[in-house]
């Protein structure tokens, strides 16, 4: 199959166009790579009171992403000591809140909250229902119109240690959840319509140590298809597991020495773009189209300098953007691994790059977002700044970015 010919499969079905455009449905978006829909035309600049159409202050604590269905906009949050694990929806054109659920209380959390949020991964939404998942605290589908708990899990045990991170991915009417934690570690496939158990795969990994920490991971799965075969890509620590989406069967693998993996794979110019995480964390470029294990027959490239470990990057027109979790900016060729160019832009990160257009959006922790091009050049188009900044990845609807900072959600947009 020629090298130009792999394609992510976006699963989820838009009735219309102006569906597609307004709705945002789990982390990374419609296509699960960050790419605002080509209509969308964001602002460049904004300030606290320069393009907000609206502005929500948000109780307690949260990193996970909005995600956007039709005029509602729902995401998580959890208090700072974990007991209590909440849904809020919000009106997409004024920013009200519509529904502020408690759904979960946990007598004794984990103490993970100095490294993590307690509602770090990322709701999944479709017509009528929204996946709710604060890790091993509990899995809940609501019914979007009333907030009504249509099923709970909260038997899927998992020793975070340092809090929950992966995000479920919502294809073939199943969810596909990780949980790799400090003791356990494993993925598995719920039925959408009953919470029930698909399939469960325990992750088959030698992670080379005891140590629990080096274990754990909070990559979001992802889907592709090459020739005819569906591929549901699973990064954990020191691995990544490709498996069938339909029964979990490990089809091939590829080994690395990073672990606490949390960016999310890409798919580009024939390749499975991985970044490995933490410690020995590099980029490494595979061919997809391997059995068993592929470390040294399929692996094309790798690059390790000032590439990030949590924020996930952003591919376009053969070349790959990052920006690393101490602020360096750099762009690779992508079927090469070569770089193109590395710019230090300050701040530090978790947020993903979000891309509009030809423009890069990189928002860090204390409220600056830089934007950028997206060419074979850095050239720096605007800084902008709030009152506190995102831990957050950005979402998009219709022509308006949505940003969660510590304390609020905004809907930014041209006034």
Request: charged share 20%; glycine share 10%.
């Amino acid at each position: 199959m020629a090298l130009n010919r792999v394609w992510v499969v976006v699963w989820a079905l838009w009735g219309t166009t102006a569906v597609a455009q307004t709705n945002w449905p789990g982390f990374l978006g419609p296509t699960h790579n960050n790419h605002a829909p080509a209509t969308a035309e964001l602002p460049l600049t904004w300030s606290e009171t320069e393009n907000v159409a609206w502005k929500t202050p948000l109780h307690d604590s949260g990193w996970s992403s909005p995600v956007v269905w039709g005029d509602q906009i729902w995401l998580t949050t959890a208090t700072d000591d974990g007991t209590k694990s909440y849904a809020l929806c919000l009106d997409r054109r004024m920013g009200k809140v519509v529904h502020d659920l408690l759904l979960f209380e946990t007598a004794e959390p984990e103490k993970t909250r100095q490294y993590n949020s307690y509602a770090s991964p990322t709701c999944a939404i479709e017509e009528g229902r929204v996946y709710v998942h604060f890790g091993s605290y509990g899995t809940a589908c609501l019914d979007t119109a009333d907030g009504k708990v249509l099923w709970t899990r909260r038997d899927l045990a998992c020793q975070h240690y340092r809090g929950p991170g992966s995000s479920p991915l919502l294809a073939d009417g199943r969810l596909y959840i990780h949980y790799d934690g400090f003791d356990q570690q494993y993925i598995v496939a719920l039925d959408k319509q009953t919470g029930a158990t698909v399939w469960k795969l325990d992750r088959a990994v030698d992670y080379g140590t005891d140590n629990g920490d080096v274990k754990k991971a909070y990559a979001t799965p992802l889907l592709f298809e090459q020739g005819g075969r569906r591929m549901l890509v699973s990064p954990t620590s020191k691995a990544c597991l490709v498996l069938d989406p339909e029964t979990g069967r490990e089809l091939w693998r590829v080994r690395y020495g990073g672990f606490s993996v949390a960016a999310r794979p890409q798919v580009a110019e024939g390749l499975l773009l991985i970044n490995t995480g933490f410690s020995r964390g590099e980029f490494v470029a595979v061919r997809p189209d391997g059995t068993g294990d592929v470390t040294e027959s399929h692996l094309v490239w790798h690059q390790k300098k000032n590439l990030p470990s949590q924020p996930s990057s952003i591919v376009v027109n053969g070349l790959l953007f990052s920006v690393n979790d101490e602020g360096v900016a750099t762009c690779l060729d992508v079927r090469t691994g070569e770089y193109v160019w590395e710019k230090r832009i300050g701040g530090n990160f978790s947020a993903s790059l979000l891309l509009a257009g030809n423009r890069l959006y990189a928002s860090d922790y204390k409220g600056k977002t830089t934007v950028f091009e997206a060419g074979r050049e850095y050239k720096l188009l605007a800084e902008n700044e709030l009152e506190t900044g995102c831990r957050a990845s950005p979402a998009v609807t219709g022509n308006a970015l949505l940003l969660r900072t510590e304390k609020a959600l905004y809907c930014l947009e041209k006034r």
